[in-house]
């Protein structure tokens, strides 16, 4: 299996900060990889597909980038309605795998 | 629209197996893989398998192999995810989750979660 590792596992941030999550492979997705936002009690939800593009209705402040084995996801000016926890998704195999999380909190 | 609509919470004894249902709407059944998805209390997501709910065609992750069974019901547009010999380590919320419209691997649509609980 693709093993995905997220990093950082936490952080605290200050509404406005530029937020940045990273997501590393075990071997090259060739930029299969989606982003997804869940909050407490709740499903999660997709942001981003093929590393950079925006699903529908996804605020533009939400951007990612990479290829290979490295990605990213931006938050270009953290909002209020961003503090949750944030998951990186390869899809390059048919058998799918998660990182780890990065839960993103209010300093 | 797309609708998920899962089946109640179950509490179940070590070893016992679970049975989870998920009835979709809004969309041809058979057109789209449904996949599963568990997320133990506290902990990230966890990929289970899917089904190709038009030929009943099954992926299964490595851990649950042997372990869960993906089928579905057409005649009805649910699919089902049963998970058999129930440890503790097995609690957990369990999704479906429909692929989204522009990528197949990727989940654009989620039931409300079941959550499982094992316990003696």
């Known amino acids: 299996d693709i093993q995905m590792t997220q990093s950082p596992s936490s952080l605290s941030a200050s509404v406005g900060d530029r937020v940045t999550i990273t997501c590393r492979a075990s071997?090259?997705?060739?930029?299969?990889l989606a982003w997804y936002q869940q909050k407490p009690g709740k499903a999660p939800k997709l942001l981003l597909y093929a590393a950079s593009r925006l699903e529908s209705g996804v605020p533009s402040r939400f951007s990612g980038s990479g290829s290979g084995t490295d990605y990213t996801l931006t938050i270009s000016s953290l909002q209020p309605e961003d503090f949750a926890t944030y998951y990186c998704q390869q899809y390059y195999s048919t058998l799918l795998t998660f990182g780890g999380g990065t839960k993103v909190e209010i300093k | 629209q797309v609708q998920l609509v899962q089946s109640g919470a179950e509490v179940k004894k070590p070893g016992a197996s679970v049975k989870v249902s998920c009835k979709a709407s809004?969309?041809?059944?058979?057109?789209?893989?449904m996949h599963w998805v568990r997320q133990a209390p506290g902990q990230g997501l966890e990929w289970m398998g899917r089904?190709?709910?038009?030929?009943?065609?099954?992926n299964y992750a490595q851990k649950f192999q042997g372990r869960v069974t993906m089928t579905r019901d057409t005649s009805i547009s649910t699919a089902y995810m049963e998970l058999s010999r129930l440890r503790s380590d097995d609690t957990a919320v369990y999704y479906c989750?429909?692929?989204?419209?522009?990528?197949?691997?990727?989940?654009?649509?989620w039931g409300q979660g079941t959550l499982v609980t094992v316990s003696s």
């Open positions: 809004g969309y041809t059944f058979t057109g789209y893989y």
């Open positions: 089904i190709n709910p038009n030929s009943g065609g099954t």
């Open positions: 989750a429909r692929a989204s419209r522009a990528v197949a691997g990727t989940f654009g649509y």
């Open positions: 071997q090259g997705i060739s930029n299969s």
